[in-house]
């Protein structure tokens, strides 16, 4: 995970799909210029990128003066911005950030009032409005989701940047289904519990 400034991960919209063909994505994405070359030192489970050539081009930084840190500060350290996949795992995972409000009910938009702490993606819950829905169906906003694969830009501040169309419109072509984004900041929160 990072130790950097947060994470922007971007996940398919159904937390149980995985890229059918996640060599080809991969790929993809160096072709199109998200990815550079494979970061040393880097497990199978997690395999990391250093930033491509079009990476400011595909992913929009906002405010006046954004800080983008392409090379580590230290030897060994992850504080810097780069592309990192995580998973697949056999279920999908909550990444849930310690800011997020209450969940809203898929159904009537309402809040619900309290949700464990574990955020266990097969959790359902039971709306006031008699919805019940399993947690990954629930609306954090853009500050968790629920997946079993993830490609996690590194060190991004929550809202600090959002992916660009092309770059979501890649991913959809590439795995035939539509993708959704969220934020971890510093420090995360709730991430990757099964």
Known sequence: MSDGNGQLLLTPADPWQVPGDLPGLLDGLARIGLTGARLTGETDSE???SLGERFLTLVTFLGCSPFVRIEPPSPGSRAFCHVRALGPWAAPRAWISRLAGAPR?????KRYPSVT?????NLSLTCPCGRIA????WDFKDRGGFGR???SLEDI???EALPGDE???FLANQTGSSWRFFYLPPGGGSRGLA
Do not use: G, S, Y
């Open 47 to 49: 395999t990391a990128w």
């Open 105 to 109: 009910c898929p159904a009537c938009r």
């Open 117 to 121: 702490p574990h955020f266990d993606p």
């Open 134 to 137: 399993p947690l990954w169906q």
């Open 149 to 151: 694969w993830l490609l």
């Open 157 to 159: 501040f929550p809202n």
């Open 167 to 169: 770059l979501m419109t």
